[in-house]
């Protein structure tokens, strides 16, 4: 019964060490993810799996702008550096979870939004990004952001909703 119990522990202690080194991993994967900036954008891709999902799952129709594959999350990235050219995140934040291949970060972004058929205005919003990892590389990354702050960015009028009797 010793035996057992002992060879149980040693089990769950290297289970914790392998969790622990691969949580370390992925976390500084998603370190370099949110702190790539100007041209080295257009390798982040290259951190995703080859069939990894990357987008954007706070759009004005309510459904996600989801890129799926490595090759088509590198076209994103040019399309990306070319709309927002200066983008930087900051104040980040990573939260690990009790899954060493699930991270949340909390952050800022702010630089230039140059959509075709708006003018080119200055971007700030607070954002919330979901990892998920398989194998060591990002199987699936997604943001959410206040798509009001974006309109505003884009000169395009956002609607009031009237919350009367909402104590503040």
């Known amino acids: 019964m010793t035996d057992a119990l002992i060879g149980t522990e040693k089990d769950t202690a290297d289970t914790w060490v392998e969790d622990a080194d691969r949580r370390a991993h992925n976390r500084a994967i998603v370190e370099t993810y949110m ?5 080295d954008r257009l390798r982040r891709h290259l951190l995703f799996t080859e069939d990894g999902i990357g987008g954007l799952w706070t759009t004005e129709t309510g459904e996600p702008i989801a890129i799926r594959g490595r090759d088509r999350l590198g076209e994103h990235a040019v399309w990306s550096l070319r709309c927002f050219p200066d983008w930087a995140w900051f104040n ?3 939260f690990d979870t009790q899954d060493p291949d699930r991270f949340w970060v909390e952050c800022e972004g702010e630089g230039a939004i140059v959509y075709p058929g708006y003018p080119v205005g200055h971007y700030h919003n607070h954002f919330i990004h979901a990892f998920e ?3 060591g590389r990002i199987k699936r990354q997604r ?9 505003r960015a ?3 009028p956002v609607p009031q ?3 009367e009797g909402i104590p503040t």
């Open 35 to 39: 702190n790539t900036r100007g041209q």
């Open 92 to 94: 980040i934040e990573v």
């Open 133 to 135: 990892f398989e194998d």
């Open 143 to 151: 943001e959410f952001m206040n798509p009001c702050r974006q309109f």
């Open 154 to 156: 884009l000169g395009i």
């Open 161 to 163: 909703v009237r919350r």
